[in-house]
Structure formats: structure tokens, C-alpha cells
């Protein structure tokens, strides 16, 4: 096991010892600025400090992407579907979430990136973890892959199907 104190806004780990049970390190600590978990592993990969216990995520300080739209995939084949008449429009939400899918704080920028089509934007800043954009579709039947992404939120994709 693994004892983390560890600063409860951003996470940054202030202290971490090996222990063989839950009270074999005492450790000081202010209770409004800073945690303590006990886990099995702290991973620091890519920027984020990610807490396990039993392999499951526990803590996650740095969240990750959703994306949503507000179509639906209505022939079930993975992508939703959207007239190719070069005026309709999907509006896309993006949210940072932690590891329950509540939506957490934060003005990070994304980049937005689509293989067709017509973005309202290529980059947006989130506003209390979300943000919002649109595709306008174009006058051919093809796919689009609509992609945001962050360097340590991760990338999300959502596939859109141009139908006549």
C-alpha cells in the first residue's frame, strides 16, 4: 500500500511512503488543503497524477474530455446522422469531467479538429469546464470524424454521417 498526502485543489502529491497497514505512517496535515489516501499505486504518466486501489481509479486531478452532440446515432452504426445539404447544423458540448462524469472546474483550452465540414471554431476555452461548438454540414454524403483535444484531458471523437 501506498500512503499519498497529496494538496486537495490541484493534486500535486506533497508526500508519498510505502505502509503495510493503514495507521503505520502518521502523517500531519491540514484537513482543508490537503488529503490523505491510502492506495496501491500513484501514476504520474503524461502529466496527470492518477491514485488506484484495487485497479480502479480513485482520484483523478486532471479529468478528462466529453464530448456530446446534440443528434442521435439513429441506424445504430456508430456514427450520428446529419443532412448533407450544407445548412444543418450539430452543435457539439464539451465538458471536463473527473472519473464519475461530474463535470469539474477549469478554463483550459481545447483544439477542435474535424475532417470535413465547417467548425465555428479550431480552438475554444472552457468555461467552468465546458464549451460549446458547431459543425455545418456540407453538400456531399461522407463522414466526419469531429475530434477535441487536450494534451493532458486526453481526445474524444464523435462520428457524424452526412445523409442525403
Not at 39 to 46: A, L, R, T
Not at 137 to 158: A, C, M, N, Q
Request: glycine share 10%.
Amino acid at each position: 500500500m501506498i500512503k499519498v498526502l497529496y494538496n486537495l485543489e490541484d493534486g500535486r502529491v506533497l508526500g508519498a511512503a510505502e505502509c503495510s497497514t493503514l495507521d503505520s505512517i502518521s502523517l500531519q496535515y491540514d484537513e482543508n488543503v490537503e488529503g490523505v489516501a491510502i492506495v496501491d499505486s500513484v501514476d504520474f504518466n503524461s502529466g496527470g497524477k492518477y491514485f488506484y486501489q484495487n485497479g480502479n481509479l480513485v482520484k483523478d486531478f486532471y479529468g478528462r474530455i466529453m464530448l456530446t452532440c446534440d443528434l442521435a446515432d439513429s441506424d445504430g452504426d456508430g456514427m450520428v446522422e446529419l443532412a448533407a445539404d450544407g445548412s444543418s447544423v450539430v452543435t457539439f458540448t464539451i465538458k471536463k469531467v473527473d472519473g464519475n462524469g461530474d463535470v469539474m472546474s477549469g478554463d483550459e483550452s481545447v483544439r477542435i479538429s474535424s475532417t470535413r465540414g465547417l467548425l465555428s471554431a479550431l480552438s475554444t476555452p472552457l468555461v467552468n469546464g465546458q464549451a460549446t461548438f458547431t459543425l455545418r454540414s456540407i453538400e456531399e454524403t461522407v463522414s466526419i470524424d469531429v475530434k477535441v483535444t487536450h494534451p493532458f484531458l486526453g481526445t474524444e471523437t464523435i462520428a457524424v454521417q452526412l445523409v442525403p
